[in-house]
């Protein structure tokens, strides 16, 4: 870890803790400081994980700090990042990177100018189900891919959150909370999107909140609920998008990936492990094996690997190279996402005016070096 890039931390909510317990696992980045606009968060966070709670001002004036974290809320994402920029810092942002696509360029710009560098989660991609779609995808194992599916569908966070305000808000809502996932798994997987054409409605103004000391209590409904959409990709591939916080059941895989030769069977990409399923036929039926350390639990039961992101960021700096996380990949999945509420407001189909490369694959080799644990 003596040549682990040192990281600070803005933002000491719920999520900050995985990027600081899961350090452990890389040996390319070390956490050695947090802020938060709570003093009290910042230094409850420091005495848990052994960190400096600094003051925000101080963290980004602190020289030996070269990757700032920005764990704010997604409202707060683009005027931190920045900031972070603005001090010389490079910047790693929770999802989703901005709000609007403007937003991100405004971003990419600065952080060319002080030839910076922009990394953004999810990098759930990473993992070693979705590393081995990508190969499997590329060997041409179901031949060329036509259409596919994705369904994210539930009854809200009401039902399981005590505070789920913010989910109901603008820049949140079940395309901004969950799409960076599987969009940017589609990309990984099939290259840049064309064009969106989406429909979309808001059934409640309001949720009840259920559990939790407000139980009971109601909150305003801002953004839309339910979100159907056709992605058409750069590659003529099209995907069924499907997204609701309205469904109180339903039987739908997470993930299909149809082509002329097979169907692929993808695990949520919320996740880094997950059951691979290739068929080609009624007779020929095949649980994927990955080989890859990042489909291994780590976490309990869990393959849980957030921070690889971060850890691939870190290296590439070091090595001179992309990392896969990078801000045309972020940029380009905002833009889609804001594409497809446009569509679902206007029922006009929208053409993406960005385009990225899919990021490097990620092998097993390459996450071995980038992992503090070795190989066993």
């Known amino acids: 870890m003596s040549s682990a890039v040192k990281v600070g931390i803005i933002g000491c909510g719920n999520i900050s803790t995985t990027y600081m317990r899961m350090g452990q696992f890389f040996k390319d980045y070390k956490v050695v400081a947090c802020a938060d606009l709570n003093t009290e968060a910042?230094?409850?966070?420091?005495a848990e994980f052994d960190l400096q709670a600094l003051s925000i001002e101080d963290l980004l004036a602190n020289p030996e700090i070269e990757i700032v974290v920005n764990l704010t809320i997604p409202a707060a994402h683009f005027e931190v990042s920045s900031q972070i920029l603005s001090a010389g810092?490079?910047?790693y942002s929770e999802k989703p990177f901005v709000l609007t696509a403007e937003e991100g360029a405004q971003l990419s710009?600065?952080?060319a100018t002080r030839n910076?560098?922009?990394g953004s989660a999810?990098?759930?991609f990473m993992g070693g189900s979705h590393q081995k779609a990508r190969e499997l995808l590329d060997n041409g194992d179901i031949g060329q891919v036509t259409s596919g599916t994705i369904h994210v569908m539930s009854g809200g966070m009401e039902h399981w959150h005590p505070n789920p305000d913010f989910f109901f808000l603008p820049g949140a809502g079940p395309i901004f909370d969950l799409a960076p996932y599987y969009v940017t798994n589609l990309v990984q997987l099939?290259?840049?999107?064309?064009s969106v054409t989406a429909f979309s409605s808001t059934p409640r103004n309001h949720r009840t909140i259920a559990c939790g000391p407000r139980s009971g209590e109601q909150v305003p409904v801002e953004t839309p609920t339910t979100v159907h959409s056709i992605l058409k990709f750069t590659n003529g591939a099209i995907i069924s998008y499907g997204t609701s916080w309205d469904v109180k059941s339903h039987e739908h895989n997470n993930m299909e990936l149809y082509?002329?030769?097979?169907t692929l069977f993808v695990p949520d990409p919320n996740f880094f492990g997950g059951q691979l399923r290739l068929v080609r036929s009624d007779d020929d039926e095949a649980l994927i094996s990955t080989g890859h350390p990042f489909s291994k639990p780590n976490d309990g039961e869990n393959a849980n690997y957030r921070g690889a992101g971060l850890a691939d960021m870190a290296a590439a700096i070091?090595?001179?190279?992309?990392?896969?996380?990078n801000n045309e990949l972020a940029l380009h999945v905002v833009e889609v996402m804001g594409a497809i509420l446009q569509s679902g407001d206007t029922g006009n189909s929208v053409d993406i005016q960005s385009t990225c490369e899919r990021p490097a694959p990620f092998g097993a080799d390459d996450a071995f070096a980038i992992m503090e644990l070795e190989e066993t």
Do not use: F, N
Request: proline share 6%; charged share 35%; net charge positive.
């Open 116 to 118: 910076l560098r922009i």
């Open 318 to 325: 070091r090595d001179g190279r992309q990392h896969r996380c």
């Open 109 to 111: 710009e600065l952080a």
């Open 190 to 194: 099939l290259g840049p999107v064309k």
């Open 122 to 124: 999810p990098d759930t």
């Open 259 to 262: 082509g002329l030769d097979g």
């Open 42 to 46: 910042a230094e409850a966070r420091a």
């Open 89 to 91: 810092k490079h910047v």
